[in-house]
């Protein structure tokens, strides 16, 4: 059932009468006017789709507990949306807006139901967004990588070993097997594979390492 009442956010509007797909080159415009057949009109197009990133603005138009801060708003009830309340009581938009809502997940504050559990899908999601999104670097951003992992060899540069490298906590025991999808921390995202400061060959891996590490804190990717 779509939300009773409706307020999108500024970065949300195409126009003054109409609102856009956030997901990044999508281009999808609604036809409608009013609020409550855009809302469906979002959700059909994400349905459509069926990638990672629309399947997380789909989870966006449904997230209906607060997970900003300690929060403990359980729903948005009296017809106030999450987008409308989180505004109104927190003065942000980060329930609106993929990557800052994929940081939220990894840090398992996009719950739902009674018992405000994490919502697991969300962040198999965001992994699955992240590895599309490292496998679509450039060749060489990729092929190093995997070296400085340890994968030379060809045949072990695929998207399993991939997962594995964006997912290596440096905080795992031995005997833990936790999910690939599980998220670990922005400080300990690629962490085992950190440069060499005494070594001057590492200067070009440094500026990637740096990069993709912002990226993944900021939700980027």
Partial sequence: MAPSKYRWPDHWYHDPGHIHCIVPNCGFITLSLAAEAQWHELVNHCADEMNNEHELLKKILYQSCCAIDECDHPAFGAGITQRARELFAHGSAYMSD????????????????????????????????????????????????????????????????????????????????????????????????????SNPADDGWRAIWTDLREDYANGRI
């Fill in 98 to 197: 993929i990557c800052s809502f994929v940081r939220l997940a990894r840090e398992g504050r996009i719950v739902s139901g009674v018992g405000r559990n994490p919502e697991p899908d969300c962040e198999r999601l965001a992994f699955l967004r992240m590895l599309e999104k490292m496998l679509a670097r450039p060749v060489e951003t990729v092929k190093l990588l995997y070296q400085k992992n340890g994968y030379h060899n060809i045949h072990q540069q695929n998207p399993e070993n991939m997962g594995r490298i964006l997912t290596a906590d440096p905080l795992r025991q031995q005997g833990e097997e936790p999910p690939i999808w599980w998220p670990i921390r922005s400080e300990h995202f690629l962490w085992l594979c950190r440069p060499d400061p």
